[in-house]
Every structure is written in C-alpha cells, then in structure tokens.
C-alpha cells in the first residue's frame, strides 16, 4: 500500500515537475527579481541602491502615472463590456446559420483575430486617414464638411483605437460564446415555445443564464487583456501627443526603455501586476457568485 502511494507520488511529480520548473524560472523568479527592483534606484540594466518605498511614493505621486492610470480605466470602459455584449449578438445571429454558411461568416469575423498588430494599425491607419482615409465620407457628415484626424484628436483617441481593438479581438470571443450557445438543448427551446415564450423571453430565461459561466469567462479575459493595452495605443499615438493620450503599459516602456529608470519602471509594473490580480479575482468571483445565484 506504501509502495503503491510512493509509486504515485514519484508519478505525478515527473508528470507536473517539468512544468513547474518552467513556471518558476519564466514567472515566479521574475516576478521576485521584479518586486526587488522596484525597491532600488537601478538602471534597466544593472544594479543599484536601495531606496524602500521611495520608488512607490514617487510614481504615486507622479501626475503622469494618473494620466497613465485614467486612460487605462477609460480604454477597458470602452472596450470589456461593449466587446463583450457584440461578440454575444453576433454569436447568437451566427448560430442560427447552417452549414457552409455558418463557417463562413464566422471565418469573416475570426479572421482579424489571427492578424498582427502591425498589419491591424496599417490598415486601420489608412481606413481613417484624414485625406484619403474611407471613414473620413461620414466624419464630413459630423463635422460640418470637414475631415478629421481621429488619432490627432485627444477626445476622439480612445474612442478610435477600443473600436478597432473590438474589431480585432472579438473573433476569439465569439468563438467562445458560439460553444457555450451549442451546449444548450434544442428541447429547452422548444419546450420554452410550447409554452409560448417570446424569444426576448427565451434569451432571459434560457440563453443568459445558461452561457453566464461563459459570459464571466470572457469578461476577466477581456478585463485582463485590456489593462495590458499597449500595441495599439502606441502605434496610433507615433507623432501625436503621446503624453495625453499614454497608458499604464506605455509608462512603464518609457521609464525602462526612454528614460532608463528601471527601478521605477519595475515599481509601476508591480502596481499594474497588483492591480490586474485584484480587479480580475473581484471581478471573477462576484460574476460566479451572481451565476450561481
């Protein structure tokens, strides 16, 4: 019997030990290695001294790390919620098509999934160009005949990149809510009919409740993918007022990478990296919490 259960253990450990090693020389020392900086007055390379929480005091009082911290809460305002709920329109009208048909269309919509970020800001970028740009017809209707640069403008910035980001990410979350909608039971619906329930009706009662896990699943993806905005931002942002328009991502790039303070770009991450675990663990667990009830 104790032969047995060694036997097992032996089993499991070099079933999971490979990976937990890879997992704790790619993240968990890094991540270490990453806290300690943030407690030193270091370059991006090398060492340096030891200043306690002086780092900390310093980006938290640092107005561009507030600009930083609200275009960031702006972005994912912009892009979880309104990504989610089309990605779910489309997946219920796609799952209602048969066939090759059904492929089709759902190929169109996953397509800009798989693309670069290079090739997403290229062509986005000559989509809205303001003087050949083919947006640029329906920004003259708003804007009294004349054109508008949607990247140049800071109150537009925002609202242009989160609608090219939902274009470009939501393939994968239609995808996701396209099987939940699968594991649910034709009879269901039909029985819902027998008793003459609307489809408005049926979507309340049925549909929502059943594809919730789903639902939570997309949104902390979302949640999470969105604080790490980055790409975007800054592609669209090259010759523009980057400082108006930064966020979290891009202010700890141009304190590492621009003003080679890698202390205090560690100290930024470590805020960002608290912030993600905190909001995306609340966020999960009162989700599951309103599934379950």
Partial sequence: MLRDRRREYLTAFILVGPFVLIYGVLFVWPTIQMVMLSFTKAPLIGAGDWVGW?????????????????????????????????????????????????????????????????????????????????????????????????????????????????????????????????????????????????????????TWPLIWPVTALVLTIQLIAQLKIFDQVYLFSIGGRQDATIVLVQYIYKLAFQQNKGGEAATAAVLLFAMIIILSVLQYQLLRSRGEK
């Fill in 54 to 206: 002086d780092n900390y005091v310093k980006i938290l009082t640092h107005r561009l790390f507030h600009t930083a911290s609200w275009n960031t809460a702006y972005f994912v305002l912009l892009t979880v919620i309104p990504n989610t709920l089309i990605s779910l329109l489309i997946a219920m009208a796609v799952n209602r098509l048969n066939g090759w048909l059904q492929g089709l269309v759902l190929a169109c919509f996953f397509l800009p999934y798989i693309l670069p970020v290079s090739v997403v800001f290229l062509t986005w970028n000559w989509i809205i160009d303001v003087q050949y740009g083919l947006v640029q017809g329906v920004v003259r209707l708003f804007n009294g005949g004349e054109p508008a640069s949607l990247t140049r403008t800071i109150p537009l910035f925002m609202p242009t990149v989160a609608f090219v980001t939902i274009w470009w990410t939501m393939g994968f979350n239609i995808l996701l809510f396209l099987a939940g909608l699968r594991t649910i039971s034709p009879e269901i619906y039909e029985a819902a009919q027998l008793d003459s329930a609307g489809r408005w009706r049926q979507f309340t009662r049925i």
